[in-house]
C-alpha cells in the first residue's frame, strides 16, 4: 500500500481517527443499519443545527438558546470564580480562617452540583439565578480548593526575601503572594470553568419544564428529547463541546496575558 | 585607629525539636566581627553555619543569647543586613531590573534615585541589555548576579551570604568570586560569608571561622588578613593585586583542611 510522505502524514495523523469514525458514522446511517432516532448521520446533524439558526426549538433560535446559556454560565461563573477565589486565599492565608471554614467545605465538595437543583428551585425559583447558582456550584468548589492550595504551595523562601528587605505584610501579600500564586489561581478557576460548564445542562432542565419556552443548550436538548429529535440533541451536544473549547482556549490566552514571564 | 565592633554574637545557640527530639543546631558562639570585616563560616555540612547566618539576618531567633548590630539587639529582617541566599530566590514575574528594585521600593527613596541605583548595579554585575529580562531567561550565574545586585542596591550595613555560588560551576564561581571583591572594594560593606570550600574561603575572607560539627561552635578564628593585606588597605587596591600568592596560599589551605577534616572523622 502506498502511503503519502511523511510530512504530509504527521499532518493528518490527529484528524485521521475522528474523520474514520465520522465516515464509519455516516455510512451506518446512510446505508440505514440503525433508525435516524436512535443515530442521525453527521450531515444531518449539521443540516439541523444551520435550520436552528433561523427555525425556532423551543421558542427559540439557536443564536439565542447559545447566548442565554453564556449569559447564565457568566453570571454563574464569575462570581463563583470571584467568590472562590477569595475565600481560598484568605483561607490559605490566615489558619484561624482555615480551620473555620475547612470543615464545611471538606463536605460540601462532595455533593455534586446536580444534588443542588431542588434547593436553588426553592431558593430562587425557576429562573436565571436558579440556573447561575448550579453553574456557579460547580465552579466555586475548584477554584477555592486551588487558591487555598496556592497560598500554602508558595515557596517560603520568596516571603524570606521580601522580609529581609523589610517589607510589610500587607506588600508581601500584594507583591509577593499574589503574583507567586497567580498562575495556579487561574488553573483553579480554569478547571472551575470546565466544571461549570459541565452543569450547563443539569442547570437548564429546571427551566421551564414544559414545550413553550425556554432558552439554553441545555434546554434545547432537552425539549429536543421529548420530540425525538436526536439530531437536535447530538448538535446541542456538539454546540456545548465545542463553545467550552473555546472558553478554554479563552482563559489560557488570559493566563499568558496575566502572567508574561510563564513561556 | 581601632575598627569598631559592627556586629557582636553574644553567647548564641540554638536547638530545633525534631519529630521530639531536641537538636542543638548551635551552641554558644561567641564572636565580634568589626565594620568592613570580611567574615567567612566555614565547617562541615549541617554545622549550623546557615542557621547563625540566618540568625544574624533576623530570620530565625536564637534560643539563648543576643546578637548585636551596633550594640541594638537583633529582633527581626531588616534592610541593614542583606541576604544572598543558595538558591538566587528572585521572583519570577519580575524582570531584571524590578527584581533588583523591590528592596529599595520599601525605603524611602525617590522613583528617580531608585532608578539610577538599580542601573549602577546592573552595569556592576554586567547584566546590561537584560533589564527587560525575567529570570527564566537568564542563565544560572546571571540570576545569581541579580539576586547579588538586588542585595547590593539597598546599601545594606550587613550583607549575609549563604553558600551564594555553591550551584555554580566552577569558572563561573571564580568570576564571581572576583566581582564579590570588586564589589567589596567598592562599597562600604561588613560580609559574613557561608561556604564549604576551603580555598573560597581564603580567597575571600579577613578572617575565616571554622566551625565544628555539630552543635555547631567556633571552633578557631583564623585571621588571615595579615598574610594578605588588611582590609582598609585592600580598599584601595585592585583585585589582581589582594589576591592571595601561591605561597602563602598552600600551607593555609593545608591548615584549614586539617582542620576541616577533624571534623568530618568520627
Redo the contacts between chains.
Sequence with gaps: MVLAPRYIMKKIEPFIVVLSLLIIWEMVSALNLVSPIILPEPSKILKSLYNMLFTPVGGATLIVHVWASLEKFFIGFLVAAFLGSFLGIWMGWSKRVNSVFAPFFEIIRFIPPVAWISFAILWFGMGLAAQSYIIGIGAFIPALENSRQTIKLIDP??I????????SDR?IFW??LL??G?PLLIAGVRIGMGIGWMCLVAAEMISRPTLLGGEGLGYLIETSRMTLRSDYIIGGMLLIGVIGYCLDVAIRYLEKVL???R? | MGAQIKLAIENVSKDFIRNDEIIQAVFEVNMNIKTNEFIVLVGPSGCGKSTLLHMVAGLIRPTSGKILLEGKEVVGPGPDRSIVFQQSALYPWLTVSKNIEFGLAEQKISKNERINIVNKYITMMGLKGFEKAYPHQLSGGMQHRVSIARSYAVNPDVLLMDEPFAALDAQLRMVMQEELIKAWIKEKHTVIFVTHSVEEAIYLGDKVVMMSRRPGRIKSIIDISGEKLLSDERRHKQVNEVMITEEQFTPLRAKLWDMLREEMDD
Design positions: 523562601i520568596y524570606q526575601v521580601a522580609r529581609v528587605f523589610g517589607a506588600t507583591k509577593v503574583p507567586a497567580l502572567c508574561p514571564w513561556r
